[in-house]
């Protein structure tokens, strides 16, 4: 499939607005870029954190293993968890919550952790989180909970790990890490909606980070056509029915007033006569 660039976006957005005004059942996808537009950086594009931070340090292993490694992931996380407290949901996700108050969305399976989708207006329960979410922890020993921003004000008070009050255990933050299992509930979930959609719409996601960019193939394998919106080129383009490179946010407005321009009551479908 050849993309579609900023350039000849408008084409794009009406092929892409005609594919979910007349889809059955549509699922979105979306990952780090989709949040891009609201401040979060992403983990692969060129300013993104991973420019600044090695991805091999921070995996479930590390946390786990040594008092070191969860120094380094907190020191992370204190740099980025404001960004996301901070961040308001964009126009992307803005779209995808009128969408679904329209029926023309089932529901989003995220990698995102930042919690935007709902902040926008899209119901708990039409969120799908694959990695989980940045907002809270607990404790791995006695299960004590914690929010993240309290944590987060422990960080910047100088405590370097912030083990649980109650026991002393190791606290985690319920996002998922490099080599941790993905929420077994939130996977199969995802799975039966995927492939039940016949339109997966992927806003933001490299697609390289499995196994959850698994969801998109598989929604692809069971008969569903495949948009993918995205800056960079993905691995699936090829396979994939429309592709748009450029911004998220900006699309999703003009899909938006397209969609609604088509499902309007009084709108005319042409009959050629
Ligand atoms: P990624 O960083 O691997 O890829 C993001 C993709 O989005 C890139 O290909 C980039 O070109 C594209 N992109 C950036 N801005 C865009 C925009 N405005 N419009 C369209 N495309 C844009 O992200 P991923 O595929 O989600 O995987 C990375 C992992 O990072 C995930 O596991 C996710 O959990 C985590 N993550 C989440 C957040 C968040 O919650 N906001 C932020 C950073 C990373």
Redesign the pocket.
């Known amino acids: 499939m050849h993309p579609t660039d900023a350039a000849g976006c408008e084409d794009g957005v009406a092929r892409l607005a005609a594919r979910l005004a007349g889809a059955r059942r549509v699922v979105a996808f979306t990952?780090?870029?989709?949040?891009?537009?609201s401040g979060?950086?992403?983990?692969?594009?060129r300013d993104?954190?991973w420019a600044r931070f090695d991805p091999r340090e921070f995996t479930y292993q590390n946390f786990i293993g040594s008092v070191e490694g969860r120094r380094r992931y907190w020191a992370l996380g204190r740099e980025t968890y404001p960004l996301?407290r901070a961040a308001a949901p964009n126009a992307a996700h803005s779209a995808l919550a009128a969408l679904h108050r329209l029926g023309r969305l089932d529901c989003c399976i995220t990698?995102?952790?930042?919690g935007l989708h709902q902040r926008a207006g899209l119901p708990a329960e039409a969120v799908i989180e694959l990695?989980g979410n940045?907002t809270r922890a607990r404790c791995l020993e006695c299960g004590a909970a914690y929010t993240r921003d309290a944590l987060h004000v422990r960080l910047e008070a100088g405590v370097a790990v912030p083990d649980c009050e109650r026991c002393g255990g190791v606290v985690k933050p319920h996002t998922i890490l490099f080599g941790e299992a993905m929420p077994q509930a939130a996977v199969e979930e995802a799975r039966r909606r995927a492939g039940a959609a016949d339109l997966l719409l992927v806003?933001?996601?490299?697609?390289?980070?499995f196994p959850?960019a698994y969801v998109p193939r598989h929604a692809r394998r069971a008969g569903a056509a495949l948009a993918i919106?995205?800056?960079?080129p993905?691995p699936l383009d090829r396979e994939a029915d429309l592709v748009l490179r450029a911004?998220?946010?900006v699309v999703m407005a003009a899909v938006l007033e397209a969609v609604r321009a088509r499902c309007a009551p009084d709108a005319v479908t042409p009959t050629g006569g």
């Open positions: 990952g780090a870029g989709v949040s891009t537009e979060i950086p992403d983990f692969r594009s993104g954190v996301i990698q995102n952790i930042d990695h940045a806003l933001g996601s490299s697609l390289a980070v959850a919106v995205n800056l960079e993905t911004q998220a946010g």
